[in-house]
Nanobody, 122 residues
């Protein structure tokens, strides 16, 4: 069992930056690929980024490529999402997730956090 807790969300102006963190419980964090997803009101959950368990490979949604960076620190059981040049359309609840496969589908992940709200003002 893995428990995930996100933090770092908040209100930011367009063009600004935020860094989200997701801390995992347990000793198996380094075994899991970690992903970030987001869901805006009235929209389906969408993939944002994923990082392999070792951290050597990342993959991003086209909508965030070049602006967002996913990273992890296996010594701290933490995955990060650095978000730069934020746009109003980036506003959503952001979720981290842990899974065995490095996928971009929600069903690729077994464990989910409770989410953290990101609001971007124009």
């Amino acid at each position: 069992q893995v428990q995930l807790v996100e933090s770092g969300g908040g209100l930011v102006q367009a063009g600004g930056s935020l860094r989200l963190s997701c801390v995992a419980s347990g000793r198996t964090f380094r075994q899991y690929a970690m992903g970030w997803f987001r869901q805006a009101p009235g929209k389906e959950r969408e993939f944002v980024a994923v990082i392999t368990n070792s951290g050597d490979t990342t993959h991003y949604a086209d909508s965030v490529k070049g602006r967002f960076t996913i990273s992890r620190d296996n010594t701290k059981n933490t995955v990060y999402l650095q978000m730069n040049s934020l746009k109003p359309e980036d506003a959503a609840v952001y979720y981290c997730a842990a899974g065995w496969a490095t996928g971009d589908r929600g069903r690729d992940y077994t464990y989910w956090g409770q989410g953290t709200q990101v609001t971007v003002s124009s």
